[in-house]
């Protein structure tokens, strides 16, 4: 047994594999009730990598032409869960040629032959209902042309997914991983003969799960926005199949499909990817779009928080700032410490950015990304404005969780002439040195220019007394501070004007120029852009303004500016090509 997982995760998964070989002799499902429609589409890209022989998966890429995907070796737990869940269908089945469609085919049926009586790791209710998904979904491509007698153990496998399902879906973790078992459980009751009778049940449950884990006003408690757009695509899955199907999605469903979307308007850049907070990434490409598409929900993007996030969009810019304490210490697990941090796009290209989720670079690069300094906001040295602490237990493995977190963290909008302006701070550093951190940013109604202010307080007789304190520690020296603005790769940033600007050329062709003011020294640094697409942390800069608290109230001014707009003859997609480093 691993050190980090628990006896209650080594007796869940010896039930799971024991429900599973029990399943396994199910015989009640031989077809499927109406042709299924492929919903789930992946990219292009990644399936040409596929039937190229390129295996890219929870950060690891195994090269490996001609080579079964379940005879691949497997560098990481998280490698191989992610092919026991068969979203590579989706790819191959984007890609539609005759080679793709033998890829599918093929590693399909040999799951079938290898683990469908129990074996491997991908009987989880997850991974399960991940998979039956998929396999529902592109069902017509895996048995085109097949003898009957695979045709039949693909059902039979069906069948038993489906009754392990009905059976062990209470035992996945609350939130996502719960929502993909109720989904693929209403997925194959709908869809499969002889399951009908699992479909009312798993439609409550999932009715249930709406009303535990998606606030009123659309949120998760992870605050995670790709998460929250895997749960939306999964409800919206969900409640097209009921409808196709002539059956009702039940109230509290309806009701959460209709509360999430204007929340993921929110979260959305103007270059149409998801903001990159507390473990999420960009998202899926296409996928957000498809999602608001499906649910044909209307409405604007709330001007007021959602799930804890301010958006700002003037002219071709918006602005994303965590304005909300962290998640709460037991859906802290993946939250980072980025209260007050920002993010800004302009078109179709991004520019001020968080480092990202680390997770699938290993131990040192999740803890990193974690950390304050990996943000587009104030940290003081050495600390960062929520702090990692001692492990707790998440789905039967130790993770560190977020404590001593921001308890109070206040927010204001308010339309001013020629523009909007927020202010938003928090006490983070208030117990470790009295001090609070304001930050205070106004963005023109054209989106052409953002000025901020970012401001460390002591306010009352106790905090002063604490900032007195390590004051005198640090043999008046101050207390030291740094301010970053983390870049994204795809900017070209120099120290200009002597060193006191610095130039900042999109690919669009678009010109910014970020000048700080005060006393505060301004520096280019290296820095990192960590997302889960690629197989390895991409070099990037980071513009960092450093100073030192002397007094109760330190103030550091600073302004990004366009000088040059994108030409009107450029088309400026901005879409990311798929990692090949």
């Known amino acids: 047994m691993s050190e980090t997982e628990s006896w209650s995760a080594r007796r869940t998964r010896w039930w799971n594999r024991a429900h599973a070989r029990v399943a396994s002799f199910t015989r009640l499902s031989t077809d499927f009730t109406t042709p299924p429609e492929p919903r789930t589409i992946g990219t292009f890209a990644r399936g040409r990598q596929l039937t190229g022989g390129n295996f890219l998966f929870a950060g690891y890429l195994v090269q490996a032409p001609g080579t079964m995907i379940w005879d691949l070796p497997m560098p990481d737990a998280g490698f191989e869960a992610e092919l026991h869940g068969c979203t590579w269908l989706d790819d191959l089945a984007a890609v539609g040629d005759l080679h793709a469609g033998k890829r599918a085919q093929d590693w399909t049926h040999e799951w079938v032959k290898r683990f469908a009586r129990g074996a491997g790791p991908g009987w989880t209710p997850e991974l399960t209902g991940r998979r039956l998904i998929r396999w529902i979904n592109h069902g017509i491509m895996v048995l085109a042309g097949q003898e009957e007698k695979r045709r039949e153990a693909y059902f039979r496998s069906l069948a038993a997914q489906t009754m392990f399902l009905s059976r062990r879906w209470r035992t996945a973790r609350p939130g996502l991983p719960r929502f993909e078992a109720l989904t693929g459980l209403v997925y194959a009751g709908l869809a499969l003969t002889g399951m009908e009778r699992h479909v009312d049940l798993a439609e409550r449950a999932l009715s249930r799960e709406c009303k535990a884990q998606i606030d009123p006003d659309g949120g998760l408690a992870t605050r995670n926005p790709e998460e929250l757009l895997e749960v939306f695509t999964l409800l919206n899955w969900a409640a097209v199949a009921l409808q196709e199907a002539g059956r009702t999605p039940g109230e509290a469903h309806l009701a959460a499909i209709q509360a999430i979307a204007p929340v993921l308007r929110a979260l959305r850049h103007a270059d149409g990817a998801l903001a990159r907070f507390h473990g999420g990434g960009r998202g899926l490409e296409g996928r957000l779009d ?111 969780l977020l404590v001593d977190a921001p308890t109070d963290v206040r927010f204001e909008r308010i339309e001013v002439e020629g523009g909007t302006r927020v202010v938003v701070g928090h006490n983070g550093y208030q117990r470790s040195h009295g001090l609070t951190h304001v930050r205070t940013m106004h963005i023109g109604y054209e989106g052409r220019e953002l000025r901020g202010e970012d401001v460390l307080l002591a306010m009352d007789m106790t905090e002063k007394k604490r900032f007195d304190m390590l004051f005198d520690k640090s043999r008046l020296g101050g207390i030291p501070f740094s301010i970053r603005f983390h870049l994204h790769p795809d900017v070209d940033a120099e120290l200009d004007m002597n060193g006191t600007a610095v130039s900042l050329a999109l690919k669009s062709g678009e010109l910014w120029i970020f000048r700080p003011g005060g006393a505060a020294a301004l520096t280019l640094e290296s820095s990192v852009y960590l997302e889960k697409t690629r197989l390895s942390p991409r070099a990037t800069k980071q513009i960092v303004l450093t100073g030192n608290a002397m007094e109760y109230s330190t103030r550091v001014n600073w302004s990004l500016a366009k000088a040059q707009d994108t030409p009107r003859v450029v088309r400026d997609y901005g879409q990311e090509e798929l990692a090949e480093d």
């Open 290 to 400: 498809r999602a608001l598409a499906s649910a044909a929900v209307r409405g604007a993007p709330r001007h007021q928080l959602a799930m804890g996030f301010a958006r700002i969009a003037h002219g071709r810019t918006s602005i994303i700032i965590d304005a909300a304490p962290p998640p709460r210490p037991d859906a802290s697990a993946n939250a980072h410490a980025s209260t007050v941090a920002f993010e800004l796009t302009s078109g179709r290209r991004p520019l001020i950015v968080n480092c990202g989720s680390g997770a699938s670079f290993g131990k040192n690069w999740r803890r990193a990304g974690r950390a304050t300094p990996s943000h587009s906001t104030l940290g003081i040295e050495g600390y960062s404005s929520s702090r990692l602490g001692s492990a707790g237990m998440v789905s039967g493995r130790k993770a560190e």
